[in-house]
């Protein structure tokens, strides 16, 4: 997918020059496929459950022999182990190596003076603005809704989360939500771009302009001017509290889903709820020119600490499609598909899907799920 | 009998507003109370009609009054409602509504919006309880939610600051969130709930929804009795679509509560069955259903009166009286139960005026 031609803004021609026939959108820079040298990407295990979920991928490559190498950063907003310079580095290591895989950086509830938390912080500097949930239904684990298949787009820089309060009189605080034209365009034509790669069929943009009528108006209407765009895909608009409910009601109307942040958030989870939990959902996210893997539904769990009872089946997942984004194909596939062999199989399971297994268990079955690799 | 039991009734409300001084719930067994009833646009006459039979069968003491809701233009050009729906509101306090419709392009702002305004109707409770008979991939939701009406995100204060960049303010007051938080928990322990679970994005808009929490950790220390228990919304709709059973009470502001009350009554359904009320200031209480006018079946009979008639049930609870509200719902839930008279939406064949004949005849073989 390339926009020769189409004058976009210089950000969008630049990272449009490479042809690449990797698996990944044309619009992030991926590395050149070398199965000689190994990769370096970033991590970040962050906060909670995080540790324990890198070791899980850690393991797991090793013994799949990926040649992916990683630079680890610790940096962690609960443990005071934060600081600008921490973030610098880090930073500066995204910059050489583009990819990146993360778990949460937990954010304090205390009111430390700053605003913004570490996370949010992060993604505005690296500018990552798309955040792309895929809700797929794990075959052989069966919930109240089986067989989905969605996509869940949120623009992830803007909206809700502009960290902007202030205290316009004793008692009464004020919080902004700000808009854009730029931004909105942005998402939406991510979206569309997205689903024409994918081969999608129809974009639902949800949001609240009944209510929000210049906030989110502007950005309904800037989907539905992206979507003249794309006379091929299907698109439509529904407002978020209709959507929660058709959600639960009957998901198979929907496909891929475009929102703004703080109904991109409470959708993420609604949805990961559907099909299995936190633990199943893989996510990443996207700037024009760093990608970052990490789970669907981000919250550090920080009950299961030090337990190993966490399910990296999420992780794993979003490992495999980090290696798919690094043109690692073989890897990719042999990683998944352990992964879904050993979930079909049903024998270890951890405690969110109802089994009794540890994280080491699940890792280790994993691992031997490797072995049986197909030949392609 | 009927005086004597009537004078211990009133005997026991004063001692008892004399223990706690608290207002007490009327309920004057016995006696006959007045209701406003607004029977609304579109199907809203139907499924009234339908409630008013309903309440007849079951020997409520309930007299209606109807009034008609239109937005009127008043003297200073603001938009108000009629002065005699606003009177009869005000002498009785209770109010049951239908179904309103809002024109596009109106020039006045909604009807709900308006209502909202006039009495200061701050709460918005919504009682989500699977139903038996209509079976939906949830069972045995019970659960309340009760959303801060007035401020938050829909105080629709927008401003266009430069061309293609909008901003929308979202407003929590203290004092708003500190009326919320109380009532959510005289509510609980009016109605013999466990725990109260607010609802909230701290770790996001840290001022703004610290504020909010702040006074419902207030308010939790005024009412030992009830536990307390804080959320993250997202965490909340990633615990609610697996394991609906382990919320209680939710209290949280206008969006979130928008959101997941919604989402409550897809878990049980959809808003063809799920209650609603909204608690004002100086006791008006105006119970109505959430459902839209439905103009394409309105005058058919094919309306379905469940969301209507069970807030009215929830209206009954409301006042006291208990044992009529509970006769009522029982009889509808059994009619659903059986199977053998349904509307179309619910998945039978039936018209609105059979399935009210039917609750009809089992609220007459209860007594």
Partial sequence: MTFWGLGGPKWWQQASRSVSISASLSRVESPPARADATFKVTMLPGDGVGPELMTAVKDVFKAGDVPVEFDEFHLSEVQNMASEDKLEELLSSMKNNKVAIKGKIHTPMEFKGELASYEMRLRRKLDLFANVVHVNSLPGYSTRHNNLDLVIIREQTEGEYSSLEHESVPGVIECLKIITRAKSRRIAKFAFDYATKKGRNKVTAVHKANIMKLGDGLFLQCCAEVAQLYPKIKYENIIIDNCCMQLVQ???????LVMPNLYGNIIDNLAAGLVGG????????????????????????????????????????????????????????????????????????????????TTGDFVHAVVENLRHRPNY | VHRFIGCAAIVSRVLGSFKNGSPQPRNFIREMQTVTLIPGDGIGPEISNAVMKIFEAANAPIEWEERNVTAIK????????????????????????????????????????LLRKTFDLYANVRPCVSIEGYKTPYTDVNLVTIRENTEGEYSGIEHLIVDGVVQSIKLITEQASERIAEYAFEYARNNQRASVTAVHKA???????????RKCREAAEKHKDVKFTEMYLDTVCLNMVQDPTQFDVLVMPNLYGDILSDLCAGLIGGLGVTPSGNIGANGVAIFESVHGTAPDIAGKDFANPTALLLSAVMMLRHMGLHSHGKKIETACFDTIRDKKVLTKDLGGNSKCSEFTEAICQKVRDMD
């Fill in chain 2, 74 to 113: 008043g003297p200073g050009g603001k938009w108000m409602i009629p002065p005699d729906a606003k009177e009869s509101m005000d002498r009785n306090k209770i109010g049951l509504k239908g179904p309103l419709k809002t024109p596009i392009a109106a020039g006045h702002p909604s009807m709900n919006l």
């Fill in chain 1, 250 to 256: 009957n998901p198979y109307q929907f496909d891929v």
């Fill in chain 2, 203 to 213: 770790n996001i808009m840290r001022m703004s929804d610290g504020l909010f929490l």
């Fill in chain 1, 278 to 357: 936190a633990g199943v959902v893989p996510g990443e996210s996207y700037s024009a020119e760093y990608a970052v893997f990490e789970t669907g539904a981000r919250h550090p769990f920080a009950q299961a600490v030090g337990r190993n009872i966490a399910n990296p089946t999420a992780m794993l997942l979003s490992a495999a499609n980090m290696l798919r984004h690094l043109n690692l194909e073989y890897h990719s596939h042999m990683v998944s598909d352990a992964v879904k062999r050993v979930i079909k199989q049903g024998k270890v399971r951890t405690r969110d899907l109802g089994g009794y297994c």
